[in-house]
């Protein structure tokens, strides 16, 4: 049997945990399972790379060698903490030294050039995932595991050249993953990588978006045709809610790979949102586990379960920090290409468009975004399209949230979408826009922010979710 295991960075944010993380992988090689690891950076790395980069770009380099001192001193603790041997602990420190020095130099470079580029924010935000990955493949050398490490790019993830969030070629990545691992796989040695890194067609270094280290385990997972990829993480698996929302959510056993892609893009943090689709081609099951939970259920994403009659929805999901923009006027009706024009401008200015909903009458549009993209969005479509004849108003409304409810028992269900709005006008929210998908797998509704926690605690008792399966 041959597993992806990938840690994220709470299961790897100390010494200690670090150890707990060897044990695991440890146990399932003893037990005969050919394993493969794919490490995130520190709890918190990712954020405070960024925080640096743009401080070395704005040219305050006092503030600059002080944060990269409290990193250095951080990942020296842990690999202190995490290493008992005295030859692996000064190997490992030697490395850190080298890493961090080479982050200081490219530090440099954006200082004196006064500009942070996507590529070199790309090269800086690999250094998170290479100077834990360095401490965990101790670690596993260190409890006499035949471990080697290696960068995604190293490892034969190759993808396109948009920096930041970057897309695998994936026959090339397959093509490029087995013959680099999988000879080594079936001799028992086991491939350390880093997440989230890759490596466009020339080597240089890009990112699979943040979250990406568990896009890394499924890419890696697909092109080894492996049996199954494990997430730890620092939850049990999937939610029917939000618990800091609704206390009575529960864990998911298991949910189809449609559904699960349902969840994750509308919000859940379990996942990242591409990371089921490289699964789902394959049909690997994806489990979800807590590493400080090791006797939780856990949540396995898998190929379509049957679907029990009293479990028509799974779960109620919610994405926070979105807007709302209607653009609208008498001259879309009737008109061919008014939308595609709307979503093109917004594309083309890397904005993401969550959700979309039109009137029948062809008179308006609503769509959400990211609350961040709100200026930028309204400016472009007013700047593009008003006092052309063609739309008339470009409204928005900030602080709102979407609202999926998610379950494959959906389909060809009847009454379930009355089921939802009425539950919800019981506890006096307003719906503002309404849309539901053709694969009736969810149902999504925007509200305001005010009314959220509302209309996720009147859902979840609607549809009975806290009670045990």
């Known amino acids: 049997m041959t597993i992806v295991m990938k840690f994220g960075g709470t299961s790897v944010s100390d010494g200690s945990r670090i150890r707990g993380a060897v044990k695991i992988i440890k146990d399932h090689i003893d037990l005969g399972s050919n394993v493969v690891v794919v490490v995130s950076a520190l709890n918190g790395v990712t954020d405070t790379i960024l925080e640096i980069a743009e401080q070395a770009a704005s040219g305050n380099q006092d503030t600059v060698d002080e944060v990269v001192r409290t990193l250095a001193k951080r990942h020296r603790n842990v690999a202190e903490e995490a290493l008992f041997d005295r030859e692996p602990l000064e190997r490992t420190m030697r490395k ?49 595991i035949n471990a080697v490490m290696f960068t995604g790019g190293e490892a034969g993830i190759v993808t396109d050249d948009h920096f930041g969030e970057a897309a695998p070629l994936m026959k090339v990545t397959a093509h490029r993953v087995r013959e680099k691992l999988s ?9 350390v990588i880093t997440g989230y890194i890759a490596a466009n067609q020339d080597g240089i270094t890009t990112t699979l978006g943040r979250g990406g280290s568990d896009y890394t385990a499924t890419i890696i997972g697909h092109a080894l045709d492996v049996d199954a990829v494990w997430i730890w993480t620092d939850v049990d698996g999937l939610m029917t809610a939000d618990p800091q929302i609704e206390p009575s959510a529960r864990t998911i056993k298991s949910i189809s790979y449609a559904e699960g892609m349902e969840l994750v893009y ?26 400080f939970n090791l006797g939780g259920i856990g949540t396995c994403i898998g190929k379509d379960q049957p679907v029990i009659s009293k479990n028509v929805v799974k779960a109620v999901a919610i994405i926070r920090d979105t807007a709302l923009i209607t653009v609208g006027g008498a001259g879309m009706i009737g008109t061919p290409g008014v939308a595609a024009k709307v979503f093109g401008i917004l594309g083309e200015n890397h904005i993401n468009i969550l959700m979309i909903s039109q009137s029948s009458s062809e008179a308006n549009i609503s769509i959400i975004i990211p609350k961040g993209d709100l200026d930028k969005a309204v400016n472009l479509l007013e700047l593009v399209f008003l ?5 008339r ?6 602080d709102v949230c979407v609202v999926a409810v998610v379950g494959a028992g959906m389909r060809g269900a009847v009454g379930v979408a009355s089921r939802i709005f009425k539950a919800v006008a019981k506890e006096g929210v307003n719906v503002r826009v ?3 998908g053709s694969s009736e797998l969810n149902v999504s509704f925007v509200v305001s922010r005010d009314d959220s926690v509302k209309a996720v ?13």
């Open 96 to 144: 850190i030294e080298e890493l961090i020095a080479e982050f200081k130099r490219v530090l440099g470079s954006v200082s004196i050039l006064n500009e942070l580029s996507a590529r070199s924010q790309d090269y800086l935000l690999s250094f998170g995932e290479k100077l834990s990955t360095t401490i965990v493949h101790a670690g596993l050398v260190d409890a006499g």
């Open 183 to 191: 000879s080594m796989v079936e001799e028992g040695v086991t491939p």
């Open 266 to 291: 509308f919000g859940v943090k379990a996942m990242h949102p591409k990371a089921l689709e490289p699964a789902l081609e394959k049909e690997i099951p994806v489990f979800i586990k807590n590493t």
């Open 387 to 391: 006092g052309k004849g063609m739309i």
């Open 393 to 398: 108003e470009v409204s928005f409304e900030e």
């Open 434 to 436: 309404i849309a539901q």
């Open 457 to 469: 605690r009147a859902l979840h008792k609607e549809f009975k979710l806290g009670v045990q399966e």
